[in-house]
């Protein structure tokens, strides 16, 4: 049955990332096309907490399309985590008389958005927005293409300068849980290994293939290391190859926040503008409380308990093809 909904809400939570503002624009002239007042909430559940509500209209979102970042601002709010807090937001969405809300963020803020949805009987929508890949329910999350398209950038101009001195470069990109970025950085950029979260590779291990290729004369090499990997950072792995295998001079590149920042790449703009049109035509329809995604080039709804408790697999065939095209 449809929910009578005649004002929405939407914000960004958690990490920014690039194509959040392709979203945020398509989630308003949407709803404005359905005649929907909709408010745009800042900093996420804590502006939510203090009631920074202001009212969305078509041309607050032109000019948005091709900027990172996000004009409603992101924060990681810990106080939503308290029974108080969620109280507080509440209250402000009722001051507002916001009948529903459109969240856009990853793991973090989904999970927000299911307990806050399901404690106060509020139908809320969410929009997969994190540059890690890493939720169920959607092949591409919004920033993810910017951000392995940023590492690889920056990867291939190591290249070129580990190239010409013959060093071993470890270079780290983001990634808590999920290996994502760096499998596909390591592909894109031709990396000889790769060390990500959901596989165990021994130090041994990465030393016995470098070995490997500086027995056939490779004079130089990259590693590409996701942060939340089982060895440590690119620093303390660097120093414990170095220990053990002096071969190569050793060098360490953190790209970091580098790769949340610049303007979306069209396949993340295409991606957050479907998403974002996709959520508020799930909410016109009576859907709740539900992660909008796209599985093989279509539209798909996932609850937000399959969303952030389901884990997403890496494809290990992609893994072994790393392996063998990087020896
Ligand atoms: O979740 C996105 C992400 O960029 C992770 O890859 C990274 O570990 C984390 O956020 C960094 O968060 P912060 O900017 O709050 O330090």
Not at 85 to 105: H, M
Not at 180 to 196: E, K, Q, R
């Amino acid at each position: 049955m449809k929910p009578d909904i005649k004002r929405i809400a939407v914000f960004t939570s958690g990490g920014d990332a690039p194509g959040m503002n392709a979203a945020i624009r398509a989630v308003v002239r949407t709803a404005t096309y359905h005649d929907l007042h909709i408010y745009g909430i800042s900093r996420g559940f804590e502006g939510m907490i203090k009631g920074s509500l202001n009212r969305l209209e078509t041309k607050d979102v032109g000019n948005i399309i091709h900027r990172g970042g996000t004009i409603l601002k992101t924060a990681r709010s810990e106080e939503f985590k308290t029974n108080e807090g969620r109280k507080n937001a509440f209250e402000s969405l009722l001051a507002y008389d916001i009948d529903a809300c459109i969240a856009i963020g990853g793991n973090g803020t989904l999970a927000g958005a299911d307990i806050f949805s399901k404690e106060y009987k509020i139908p809320f929508i969410g929009i997969p927005g994190t540059i890690d890949n890493d939720l169920f329910g959607t092949d591409s999350t919004i920033g993810y293409d910017t951000a392995i398209n940023t590492a690889v950038d920056a990867a291939d101009k190591i290249r070129d300068t580990a190239d010409s001195h013959n060093r071993l470069f470890f270079v780290e990109v983001m990634g808590r849980h999920s290996g994502f970025i760096a499998l596909n950085t390591a592909i894109g950029s031709g990396a000889g290994n790769v060390l990500i979260p959901e596989t165990e590779t021994s130090i041994d291990d990465l030393i016995a293939n470098l070995k490997k290729g500086a027995k056939r004369k490779k004079l130089f090499s990259l590693v590409i290391v996701a942060e939340g990997n089982q060895n440590g950072d690119a620093s303390e792995i660097a120093k414990k190859i170095k220990e053990k295998f002096d071969f190569y001079d050793t060098k360490v590149t953190i790209i970091g926040h580098l790769q949340r920042g610049g303007a979306p790449t069209c396949m993340d703009r295409v991606l957050a503008s479907r998403l974002g049109f996709a959520a508020v035509e799930a909410l016109v329809k009576g859907e709740q409380n539900i992660m909008v995604g796209i599985v093989d080039n279509k539209i798909k709804y996932t609850s937000f308990e399959d969303a952030i408790t389901k884990e997403k697999p890496l494809d290990d065939d992609l893994l072994q093809m790393a392996y063998i095209l990087g020896l």
